[in-house]
């Protein structure tokens, strides 16, 4: 397996690896040989360090360094390869996580998923080796960017690499530069340290890493003379840095190659640099400890006696009002979306960030709610919408709750904890308070009367917080009894205040009385300050009506009494045999029950003369007339005139009426009218008189038989009544008001069947 570094580190290669120069010298590189060179072949002793670039096949371009080997030997090693001419571009270093690497604490840039940066760094690993480790993502491009993370461990994602195969191909012959070559000096900037002259460190110095020195005592100024710990001991010049507590770190080498570590001594864990106390004492608020580096080796740490570096210094009152050592050293107060706030010791949380409520007023998940407040009002909508911040879509701390696992006896609060029964106890407590009635789903069979200026809505759901949905969470308003007006279930009177009615099924049941109304909503009087809107609106069926009274049959006219036979009255003075009788009483007219009573009959003639007419009816029917002086019958009288037919009744009107309480009420049909009476008949006529022989041939004198009574009229038959008006089925009965209706669904059953009307009564018979 090839082992590759990056910037200046050794790498190695297969010997079958050729370089071979490009004709045009990169940017960077000087002195210009002819030679024709192996990865891997020696380079002179005042090359060290020295680059060379070229292009071979495929215009693939590489950079070589010249570095020591494992042997100490200087041999030229590929630096990097590149994507473009090596003079113009960036190269690309070909190294991934995990692979291995030959020098300590190196770094290299590389990207991973989303073009994110990161840095490697060459990190020791299992079985003594090292290997490339993600050291930190960076938020921009890592060669100059702040790089932040958690270290090594913490990245995920793959790098990008250069594959395996760009180190197979043969480079052949040209010129090579390179950029001027031999080792680094003292305060000479440096990225790593095979780029130093002898000790070959590269430190860090005021302004970045330099390389450093073997001493005894002649430093540059703001550098002293410190002993180097390891295996060889041995004295360098190192900058007089103070990073103890003050550089953030990763790993020893980002505070000093002089013994100092970086270690999770600041708040939280988070690592920061300490300092060496091997060659001089701790400052004060530090203590002198035993830790191990990397590497397992022990060595002497100034550590913080606060227990993290963020507390150096602090006395006991800080303590009582430091968000980051609240009450001790690394209690950080935190609460989410909410300022901290460190209270004599004691973390309490402040105001919530804008957009962001403390809505279970619990401070242990800070304010958890998430939500932006509007000036206006926060009226229910379909969109459920929470306005003002308090959970719900509404206004919850102005509204009264109705549930049908409520309770209304004993319950004055009506609250989302505390929700009522009944949607009328709702309006009755919210209407005290000019508040609105939120009412959950399910059915309520309940009569609805609404008070002035009290809005309710449907739709909500006590399980889930008091969301609300109309359309998921449906609101049912039923009723069936029967009231004034039939069967209505909403009833809105004279309504002047704002009162809105949403998001509510509202039904009426079926009237099965006579000519009964179904009745969803009736609204009586009012204003447009009355809205209906976004409602399903049902009535049902109106009642049949009954059928009209027959009419009654008219009385029979009584028959007309009969009139009595002539008889002997007279003779001549001699005459012998004759017999001596009154004048017959003529017959009495029968009588009529409704002013049609018969004539009565004419008398009878005396002898030899005609007999009386008989008299007109009650209702001047004439009576027949008498007869001649000659015995003969009189004549009969005249029938009377027979009644005529009452006149059919009309059908009600199909729009019935209003009564005083603005409640419909059907039209019936009009009653058919009287049928006329029959005319009493005249009386008969009385006979004419004669004279009849004696016993010795004298005559005798004989009265005509008197008329018969004329026969009562029959009465009419009273006409039937008008059948009743079928019941109407409304959704919406608005009488006298200006109420606005918008959005809703309105539906309705039948309405009734009218009933027939009553039949006419017969007329009565007329008298015999």
């Not at 330099?210 to 002993?227: L, R």
């Not at 060595?299 to 050592?325: F, H, R, W």
């Not at 004599?344 to 619990?362: F, I, T, V």
């Not at 019936?668 to 010795?696: I, R």
Request: charged content about 20%; some cysteine.
């Amino acid at each position: 397996m090839s082992r590759y570094v990056s910037s200046g580190l050794p790498l190695f290669l297969p010997m079958s690896v050729l370089l071979a120069a490009s004709s045009i010298a990169p940017s960077g590189c000087s002195n210009s040989v002819s030679s024709s060179l192996h990865a891997g072949d020696t380079c002179p002793l005042d090359k060290l360090n020295a680059k060379v670039c070229g292009t071979g096949e495929g215009g693939k371009t590489v950079v070589l360094v010249c570095a020591k080997g494992e042997d100490e030997m200087l041999t030229w090693k590929v630096k990097d390869w590149c994507a473009t001419d090596c003079k113009a571009a960036k190269c690309v270093s070909p190294f991934e996580e995990g692979m291995e690497c030959d020098s300590p604490w190196a770094k290299v840039c590389g990207s991973g998923e989303g073009g994110k940066s990161a840095v490697l760094a060459c990190s020791e690993g299992e079985g003594e080796k090292f290997f490339w480790k993600v050291q930190t993502w960076c938020d921009g491009d890592c060669e100059g960017a702040v790089c932040v993370g958690a270290g090594p461990g913490d990245a995920t994602g793959d790098l990008e690499t250069v594959d395996q195969d760009k180190l197979d191909f043969d480079y052949h012959g040209g010129d090579f530069w390179w950029d001027g070559g031999g080792c680094k000096e003292y305060l000479t900037p440096c990225a790593s340290d095979s780029e130093c002259c002898d000790p070959g460190l590269c430190v860090l110095g005021p302004e970045g890493r330099v390389c450093t020195k073997n001493c005894i005592d002649d430093c540059a100024p703001g550098w002293e003379c410190k002993q180097l710990w390891g295996a060889d001991v041995m004295f360098i010049c190192v900058a007089k840095l103070d990073n103890l507590c003050k550089k953030p770190c990763f790993e020893d080498t980002d505070c000093n190659v002089i013994n100092d570590m970086c270690l999770p001594i600041g708040s939280g864990g988070a690592k920061m640099c300490s300092r060496s106390c091997v060659q001089e004492m701790c400052p004060a608020e530090y203590d002198c400890q035993e830790m191990k580096d990397a590497k397992g080796d022990t060595t002497m740490q100034c550590i913080p006696l606060a227990g993290a570096c963020e507390c150096v210094g602090m006395d006991v009152e800080e303590y009582q009002s430091d968000v980051k050592n609240c009450g001790e050293c690394g209690v950080v107060c935190k609460y989410d979306n909410a300022k901290p706030v460190c209270s004599e010791g004691d973390c309490q949380m402040g105001a919530c960030e804008p957009g962001w409520s403390n809505l279970n007023k619990e401070d242990s998940d800070g304010c958890e709610y998430q939500c932006q407040a509007a000036v206006e009002p926060d009226k229910p909508d379909l969109e459920g919408n929470d306005t003002n911040c308090d959970g719900i879509d509404g206004d919850a701390a102005h509204a009264i709750f109705v549930s049908p696992a409520g309770m209304d006896i004993g319950n004055q609060t009506g609250d989302m904890e505390h929700p009522v029964k009944t949607i009328s106890k709702g309006i009755a407590l919210a209407a005290a308070k000019k508040w609105d009635v939120y009412v959950a789903q399910g059915i309520y069979e309940e009569q609805v009367l609404l008070a002035d200026g009290t809005s309710m809505y449907g739709g909500f759901n006590p399980e889930a917080g008091w969301a609300h949905d109309p359309k998921l969470y449906v609101t049912t308003i039923q009723w069936k009894q029967v009231g004034p007006g039939g069967v209505v279930t909403l009833v809105a009177d004279g309504i002047t205040v704002l009162t809105a009615i949403e998001g509510f099924n509202i039904e009426a049941g079926n009237n099965d009385q006579s000519g009964g109304a179904s009745v969803a909503v009736h609204v009586k009087g009012g204003t447009d300050k009355l809205r209906f809107s976004h409602n399903t609106v049902l009535s049902g069926n109106g009642g049949t009506a009954s059928v009209g009274n027959d009419g009654q049959p008219g009385k029979d006219g009584e028959a007309g009494e009969n009139g009595n036979i002539g008889c002997e009255y007279d003779g001549c003075w001699i005459c012998m045999g004759c017999s001596g009788c009154s004048l017959p009483l003529s017959g009495g007219g029968g009588k009529g029950h409704c002013g049609n009573s018969g004539g009565s009959g004419g008398q009878g003639g005396e002898a030899h003369k005609g007999g009386n007419s008989g008299k007109n009816s009650e209702d001047a029917t004439p009576g027949g007339n008498g007869a001649g002086g000659a015995k003969q019958d009189g004549a009969g009288g005249t029938n009377g005139m027979p009644g005529n037919e009452g006149q059919q009744g009309g059908g009600g009107d199909g729009s019935g009426v209003l009564n005083e309480g603005s409640f419909w009420v059907a039209s019936s049909g009009t009653p058919g009218t009287d049928g006329s009476k029959g005319a009493g008949g005249g009386g008969g006529g009385g006979g004419g008189g004669d004279g009849d022989d004696s016993v010795f041939g004298w005559e005798c004198f004989t009265y005509g038989a008197s008329g018969g009574g004329g026969g009562g009229g029959g009465c009419q038959g009273t006409a039937g009544t008008g059948g009743g008006g079928g019941g109407g089925s409304f959704g919406f009965l608005v009488v006298n008001s200006t109420c606005i209706i918008e959005d809703n669904v309105i539906a309705f059953r039948y309405g009734g069947n009218g009933g027939n009307g009553g039949k006419g009564g017969t007329g009565g018979k007329g008298g015999g």
